[in-house]
């Protein structure tokens, strides 16, 4: 039987160097964290969030100067086996217009648009490189916004040019529940009908970990990742309870049943044991996920509690951990932890040097940065980095100033980074 104090992680790359001062880590992730624990606390966080995003972000842009300049002497950083990183930039592609973005994606027509998430309950559409005026869909007044909820996810159905068909994933007002819902383009392409039809309700405890990310795997069928339900810990131990949808992966077919079937080769739609939708479990806040286009991996980012992101690359009745596990690591150390029967992550990173909020994102197949090909792209909500993970290693890429909230893809497998501020951008080569 393992135990896991004794284990060594599945990866180490977590960009600390042994010869910085641990007082500076600690000063440089100590407003971040409390920022995460605020969002953790359930009624406080609205109150005290946007006041702490501003204080976490002006000590987040003065420690990356100083460690930037640091990390120059020393040669250091995040890159694990990698000397010569891929050299990229952020091309502006919206810089004004945008009210809390929180996802873009593509809608799977040829159009070559965009579409982005407000997370107050807009969709708006970005087309040849320019903001459109109204929003495609406004559901403002059915969703519940602040801290981590609000609209949170938006998948087009992968026959949206024939049927007009997508659906989004919101917590709804007044209880904060998640609804998955279906709507239609109208005749305007540029305009949606506001009829819903509601697919899935899941109730929420706790005002965070909602998860969010809805998409459509190579499968045809509608992945959703849900977060554990809130709090801090787990207090339910939601994740691991099979018999109830939060702190899992979800695979339902929206093409059968109503309002929806579930596939037949999930892990318990045949031989019990558990919910039907389940396709994966132990997961804290799947925040965000893709599918990489040329493998069919389904890459997730599970947004840790105070120690440890990581990265899953999800199987079908695979059990990820929480709240086993944080990361490669048992959750109560002290204690230590069995983890038979457990997944662990294919990479992870510690809560330091301003880290705090893994946001995953894709791997890069698209043709105009050559070098990032087959790299796993994802960042950091406080400290604003972006990384690339291939076999393994984790290489920092880019820092920036950006409250990074999400990436995104266009038709062409190209890859965008979002702004919680209001900004859009393209990741290019130098």
């Known amino acids: 039987m393992k135990d896991a104090r004794r284990a060594e992680p599945a990866f180490t790359g977590e960009g600390r160097s042994d010869a910085s001062p ?14 995460k624990k605020v969002r953790m606390q359930g009624g406080e966080e609205a109150r005290s969030e946007a006041d702490l995003a501003v204080r976490c972000n002006d000590e987040r842009r003065s420690q990356r100067r100083r460690w930037a300049f640091f990390n120059s002497l020393l040669g250091a950083g995040l890159v694990v086996g990698a000397a010569d990183p891929p050299s990229i930039r952020l091309e502006l592609v919206v810089g004004r217009g945008l009210s809390n973005p929180v996802y873009v994606t593509h809608a799977r027509d040829g159009s070559g648009r965009l579409f982005v998430l407000e997370q107050q309950g807009r969709i708006r559409i970005v087309a040849a490189g320019r903001l459109v005026g109204a929003p495609y869909l406004d559901i403002t007044d059915r969703v519940l916004a602040g801290g981590e909820r609000g609209l949170l996810g938006l ?14 994933n919101y917590t709804r007002s007044p209880d904060g529940a998640t609804v998955v819902s279906e709507f239609r383009v109208s005749a305007d392409p540029n305009i949606s009908e506001r009829a819903e039809r509601v697919i899935l309700t899941i109730g929420q405890p706790y005002a965070n970990h909602n998860g969010g990310m809805i998409e459509f795997g190579p499968d045809s069928y509608l992945y959703i990742g849900m977060g554990d339900g809130g709090s801090a810990g787990d ?70 509690q105070n120690a440890w992101e990581e990265i899953n690359i999800v199987q079908r009745g695979g059990n990820y951990g929480w709240r086993i596990m944080e990361g490669a690591h048992c959750f109560r150390p002290r204690t230590g932890c069995q983890t038979d029967g457990l997944e662990l992550p294919v990479a992870e990173y510690a809560q330091e040097l301003g880290r705090c909020s893994i946001i ?16 796993y792209l994802y960042g950091d909500f406080c400290s604003g980095e972006i990384f690339g993970l291939r076999d393994k290693v984790q290489t920092l890429l880019l820092a ?22 209001g900004s859009i951008h393209k990741i290019v080569g130098r």
Not at 262 to 276: E, I, L, Q
């Open 22 to 35: 641990r007082t500076t880590m600690v000063l440089k992730t100590l407003l971040c964290r409390l920022f």
């Open 155 to 168: 998948a087009f159905h992968p026959k949206f040019r024939e049927n007009g068909r997508y659906f989004v």
């Open 235 to 304: 207090p339910g131990n939601r994740a691991q309870d099979r018999n109830d949808l939060l702190g899992k992966m979800l695979r339902i077919d929206v093409d059968r049943g109503t309002p929806y079937a579930s596939p037949s080769d999930n892990p318990f739609a045949v031989s019990g044991g558990g919910r039907h939708e389940i396709y994966a479990w132990g997961l804290r806040n799947p925040w965000r996920f893709s599918f990489d286009r040329a493998t069919g991996q389904l890459y997730v980012a599970d947004v840790g």
């Open 360 to 375: 995953g994102g894709y791997v890069y197949r698209g043709r105009q940065v050559p070098a990032l090909l087959g790299s």
């Open 400 to 421: 920036t100033d950006l409250a990074i909230s999400s990436f995104g893809e266009d038709e062409a497998g190209e890859v965008y980074v979002v702004g919680h501020r």
